[in-house]
């Protein structure tokens, strides 16, 4: 049985930081393509981060420079730190999984949320 359980969210003021972590189980982590979407209330679903299983890292423009993916492959574990938050960073954030580059993602957790006061 796959999971893929989110933590670290909160809320937090403007231009403070988070760590948020996903924990993943009953996959070969190592090998997976993962990634961080968001979707805020009323909008679509966005592409956050994307960290492939050979480490190289894909960022939204919109948080460029602002949040960094990561991943502990020992610890099945993947990361995304977001410094310099804004209101418009609210939303869920959930983590993905995928074996292919070239396929949808396979999994998704249930998601964290954040909240960015201004």
């Known amino acids: 049985q796959v999971q893929l359980v989110e933590s670290g969210g909160g809320l937090v003021q403007a231009g403070g930081s988070l760590r948020l972590s996903c924990a993943a189980s009953g996959i070969i982590f190592s090998s997976y393509t993962m990634a961080w979407y968001r979707q805020a209330p009323g909008k679509e679903r966005e592409l956050v981060a994307r960290?492939?299983?050979?480490?190289?890292?894909y960022y939204a423009n919109s948080v460029q420079g602002r949040v960094t993916i990561s991943r502990d492959n020992a610890k099945n574990t993947l990361y995304l730190q977001m410094n310099s938050l804004k209101p418009e960073d609210t939303a869920m954030y959930c983590c993905?999984?995928?074996?292919?580059?070239?396929?949808?993602?396979?999994?998704w957790g249930q998601g964290t949320q954040v909240t960015v006061s201004s």
């Open positions: 993905a999984a995928k074996l292919r580059v070239d396929t949808r993602y396979d999994y």
């Open positions: 960290i492939s299983s050979g480490g190289s890292t």
